[in-house]
């Protein structure tokens, strides 16, 4: 009874910050694979960024930019100088013995 809700999506300006948080239901444990990916309309779902046993590892497109963290039952993203190319809705992810996947929050980057 896994349950991944996103939030802090919304509107920004190109350079502009935004944090998103997801909130897991259940334990979350160290070695629990958390995720952030996204998806622009029309376009196939991609990876951003992930972190397991506090390691993170990021996409090229956002390193250096984003930084993601996980306290207790919450694995946020820090998103810093967005780009309009960032739009997309973005999902959470949590990887166990199988997916589990938020219902994505939009985050719309103007130019």
């Known amino acids: 009874q896994v349950q991944l809700v996103e939030s802090g999506g919304g509107f920004v300006q190109a350079g502009g910050p935004l944090r998103l948080s997801c909130v897991v239901s259940?334990?979350?444990?160290?070695?629990?694979?958390m995720g952030w990916y996204r998806q622009a309309a029309g376009k196939q779902r991609e990876f951003v960024a992930s972190?397991?046993?506090?390691v993170a590892n990021y996409a090229e497109s956002v390193r250096g930019r984003f930084t993601i963290s996980r306290d207790k039952n919450t694995a946020c993203l820090q998103m810093n100088s967005l780009k309009p190319e960032d739009t997309a809705v973005y999902y959470c992810?949590?990887?166990?013995?199988?997916?589990?996947w938020g219902r994505g929050t939009q985050v719309t980057v103007s130019s």
């Open positions: 992810k949590l990887k166990r013995f199988s997916d589990y």
């Open positions: 259940g334990s979350i444990f160290s070695f629990d694979v």
């Open positions: 972190i397991t046993s506090g």
